[in-house]
């Protein structure tokens, strides 16, 4: 039996670091979700296309945030009747809200929240800029604050609701020359745990999945021996895929997880223990 939390799945993906893991979630959805995210163009093919009309004419609709890949977002859209595409700058409280609002308004009230945007930036701690610190944490973290905040009113209301943040093995370990990517992604861990006790008692979980080395366009700078070399220090010996990732997130915005809240999920072939 399904109830109105399968209807609607509000996902706010990072245009910039996100390419393979909207065709993976997508074609995990379960049967019932919607799902809002922000895809790269070079990220579908037919079989994401397929999936997405199917679920479509079975009643979903889709929608994605996009922050400058205006031509991509437009591409999705032709790819993909029905779905609704939305420029949102997560670092924007005000570009948050009329991204909100848009959604709400054609695709209908949020159950689901993925927040799942991110910056990556390899630096030493002492070169960092007071400028680059700041925008680190305005996107990483201040852009889940945002949405959560945006989200959990009406969630509140209804009394059920998923939140689910991404973050990452560095926000659990740190990383050397990521000082404020680390702190960033720490800082999520934090804000998903306090959020989940304060909001458990409205029947809304909410939980952090924090991934590995994940095969996906962020690994693009890295070399063939550099990509070895970290599947060898991996302990089940390879690299992780977005679908991996995809499926802990769909399982956990799903009547089964209800009683699942607060958790951090590492999904890193072991790297982390």
């Known amino acids: 039996m399904r109830n109105s939390l399968q209807k609607r799945t509000w996902a706010e993906v990072s245009l910039d670091n996100i390419s393979h893991n909207y065709r993976a979630i997508r074609a995990a959805l379960p049967e ?13 093919g037919h079989g994401a296309v397929a999936v997405a009309r199917l679920l479509e004419s079975e009643g979903y609709r ?9 031509e991509a977002a437009a591409a999705l859209e032709k790819a993909l009747p029905g779905l609704l595409a939305v420029q949102c700058d997560v670092a924007s409280r005000a ?7 848009t959604v709400e308004q054609a695709v209908g009230h949020v159950d689901v929240l993925v ?8 630096k030493l701690f002492t070169d960092i800029t007071p400028e680059e610190w700041q925008h680190m944490l305005d996107v990483n973290l201040s852009g889940a604050f945002h949405l959560c905040q945006l989200a959990l009113p009406g969630m ?24 404020h990517y680390s702190a960033a992604k720490a800082g999520l861990i934090g804000l998903t745990k306090a959020l989940a006790k304060e909001e458990g008692p409205s029947g809304i979980t909410v939980n952090c999945v924090a991934p590995g080395v994940i095969d996906t366009d962020m690994m693009a700078a890295f070399t063939a021996e550099d990509k070895a070399a970290l599947a060898e220090e991996t302990p089940v010996g390879r690299l992780g895929s977005a679908d991996e990732v ?16 607060g958790q951090v999920f590492g999904v890193n072939g072991g790297l982390v223990i």
């Open 32 to 44: 019932g979700c919607r799902f809002l995210g922000v895809v790269k163009a070079d990220a579908y």
């Open 62 to 70: 889709v929608a994605v945030l996009y922050h400058t890949h205006a």
């Open 95 to 101: 570009s948050c809200e009329v991204a909100f609002h």
């Open 115 to 122: 927040s799942n945007a991110g910056i990556a930036q390899q």
């Open 156 to 179: 509140i209301r209804r009394k059920a609701g998923r939140i689910l943040t991404v973050s990452s093995m560095w926000g659990q370990t740190g990383g050397s020359c990521e000082v």
């Open 246 to 261: 995809a499926q802990l997130l769909v399982f956990l915005a799903g009547e089964s997880a209800g009683y699942i809240t």
